[in-house]
């Protein structure tokens, strides 16, 4: 019986048309794993690096707030009061050797030392000048005040001193000699150039505006000074006359008042009128 299946003998030719099977054991290339096993170990290496960085913020931000609640925590005056104290403290231990005023004086040069003498004095003697003593030492100490508020104009004050001299010396008023070491000196001839007790020159003098307005600046001042002191004492504009010598003594004749205002008012006006038998 005839098999339909073709026998091939062996060593005969393959026929043609067909290929030869591939073998079913092929091993992988090792170039399809490399890739995806360097991309995880980059995303870990990574991942580490920002876990050392969020745990290293982490430390920092705990240190700073620790910081931070300590310095909330202390007290800048009870430092300040300790230091005070801790130099009072060490000034006092020094003082003990009996060299101590030669020792300080070494690190100052005489003219600093005189310097500091002067300005203690200074000190003293302004803190003993404070009080109230009688009208003149109070007007005397607003002058001064207003010494040192002072502010010239010294440029234009030059300016009008030269341009007197020019006018003086073409009038003829003026005579400019010349000495022999080169210096100019001025001579009044008729003797109105320069001012004396008689002179009444300055009354044609005109301030400008600016001038004015320092005045009057300086006038309301010294007003609300004025009128502050008075209220800082309890005295206001409309206060009757002062009938105490002191806060204590007031408080008892505003009692008084209270009264017997109601039975004293018709002996008091007499009084004012001066028409009381």
Do not use: C
């Not at 705990?62 to 403290?89: F, G, H, V, Y």
């Amino acid at each position: 019986m005839a098999s339909d299946q073709e026998v091939v003998e062996p060593g005969a030719a393959e026929p043609e048309g067909k290929e030869p099977k591939e073998s079913e054991s092929e091993e992988p290339t090792p170039t399809e794993e490399e890739p995806a096993t360097t991309g995880i170990g980059d995303r870990a290496a990574r991942f580490k690096a920002l876990q050392a960085r969020a745990k290293k913020s982490a430390e920092k931000n705990l240190k700073e707030a620790t910081l931070e609640s300590q310095r909330l925590a202390t007290d800048p005056n009870l430092l300040a009061s300790l230091s005070r104290k801790q130099a009072i403290a060490s000034h006092k231990l020094m003082k003990d050797d009996p060299d101590f005023e030669r020792k300080r004086a070494w690190d100052w040069t005489v003219e600093e030392s005189e310097k500091w003498d002067r300005r203690m004095d200074k000190k003293a003697r302004h803190r003993e000048d404070v009080a109230f003593q009688d009208y003149t030492q109070d007007s005397r100490k607003v002058y001064k005040r207003q010494l040192r508020e002072l502010q010239p104009d010294l440029e234009r004050y030059e300016k009008e001193k030269i341009a007197a001299v020019q006018r003086a010396a073409m009038s003829g008023g003026l005579e400019i000699i010349e000495t022999d070491d080169g210096e100019l000196v001025a001579v009044d001839k008729d003797g109105t150039f320069y001012t004396t007790a008689d002179t009444t020159d300055f009354v044609e003098n005109k301030p400008d505006r600016a001038a004015v307005d320092r005045l009057v600046s300086d006038l309301r001042k010294a007003e609300e000074s004025r009128l502050r002191k008075r209220r800082d004492r309890g005295k206001g504009d409309d206060d009757p006359d002062v009938t105490y010598i002191n806060d204590k003594n007031k408080q008892f004749n505003q009692k008084l008042a209270r009264f017997y205002n109601k039975y004293t008012s018709e002996i008091r006006d007499s009084f004012e009128r001066g028409t009381m038998i």
